[in-house]
């Protein structure tokens, strides 16, 4: 039995040492993703209606990836509801809605309901989530559609002929659907949550916290041992972030040593990456710092809030309230209106 036992250790020792190697996967282009839909022959037909390019419960969802996304459309929906003036045909809930459907989605749909006369009674906002544009000119669906995207499970809906009001921020690969104006920042959003999800796990884990309390002098003994664990046991509470005092005559240079355990893990790159992201966003949504509450970091800060409003407003809230006055052409009805902005006074200003 030795005997075999010596040639399989024999076997077993000649047997080359292999590497076993393996790489990640490309980044997803844009330009080049396999993921995104691509426009092979115009849109994506199913059945009586088109699906969307970019899959709406993908945008939906990304509505909260970030706080800086997040709220830079709740600013700009803000300032619309401040400006609003209600009609006989859109309360203010209803415009609300209808603006946050435009900004995060693309699309705003808005459904004619008639009085018993057939007449124009109010509008109210389907989903875009959940609405879908028909092959057929003029016709709409409301889906209810898969996880995946692809689809609707069940319950679909054809809208009454002629009574969906639809407004589309302009696509340059399709005239269907509208995208988000923002959609260049969607990485970037979502680098920055997984930023976060990153380092909340991080802490939670108790990786960023503790160390290791390395002892091997020769000169302290079993019983100063015993008493320097007790003081670090007894380092919370009141007496936590105290200093530790050890006496060792004739010891050794490296005879005790404190080794963090996240030294590695702590040297990544959250705040760069966290400052990264949020400018990516701000630039998507041309929105000033200083509107948002986000504190500078430099001496000279970022400027008169005051001024910025303003340029913000004309440049950006301005033409906003004019496509959604396009719902006035559409309906021949005077269905959305803004009072005009006040521009906010100088810092100079008496």
């Given at each position: ?251 050794n240079k490296d005879g005790v040593q404190i080794i963090p355990i996240a030294e590695v893990a ?85």
């Amino acid at each position: 039995m030795s005997d075999i036992a010596e040639r399989e250790g024999a076997e077993q020792a000649a047997e080359p040492i292999t590497i076993e190697a393996f790489s990640f996967g490309d980044d997803a282009s844009v330009v080049d993703g396999q993921n995104l839909w691509s426009y092979f022959d115009g849109m994506w037909r199913n059945g009586d209606w088109y699906e969307p390019p970019v899959p709406f419960i993908g945008l939906a969802k990304s509505y909260r990836m970030a706080p800086h996304h997040q709220s830079a459309i709740k600013f700009k929906v803000n300032l619309l509801k401040r400006h609003f003036v209600p009609s006989r045909w859109m309360d203010a809930a209803t415009h609300e809605r209808a603006a946050l459907d435009y900004l995060q989605m693309g699309n705003l749909f808005l459904e004619e309901v008639r009085n018993m006369a057939k007449r124009p009674l109010r509008y109210r906002v389907s989903p875009a989530l959940h609405t879908r544009v028909g092959v057929e000119e003029g016709r709409y669906f409301w889906v209810k559609p898969s996880p995946f995207g692809l689809g609707s499970l069940s319950g679909d809906h054809e809208f009454r002929a002629g009574s969906i009001v639809h407004l589309a921020e302009p696509d340059v690969e399709q005239e269907v659907y509208g995208l988000p104006e923002w959609l260049s920042a969607l990485q970037s959003g979502l680098l920055n949550e997984a930023a976060t999800l990153f380092r909340r796990r991080y802490y939670k884990n108790g990786a960023h916290a503790g160390f290791v309390f390395y002892l091997s002098e020769e000169t302290v003994s079993n019983q100063d041992a015993d008493a320097i664990r007790d003081q670090l046991t007894q380092a919370k509470g009141v007496g936590n972030f105290k200093n530790l005092f050890i006496h060792a005559p004739r010891g050794n240079k490296d005879g005790v040593q404190i080794i963090p355990i996240a030294e590695v893990a702590a040297r990544d790159e959250f705040l760069g990456i966290k400052n990264v992201s949020r400018d990516d966003l701000l630039s998507a949504h041309r929105m000033p710092p200083q509107l948002l509450g986000i504190v500078p970091t430099n001496n000279g800060g970022f400027g008169d809030v005051r001024s910025a409003m303003d340029v913000f407003f004309i440049n950006e809230i301005g033409p906003l309230m004019e496509t959604m006055r396009r719902i006035n052409d559409i309906t021949g009805l005077p269905v959305v209106n803004y009072r005009d902005y006040a521009p906010m006074m100088p810092v100079g200003g008496a």
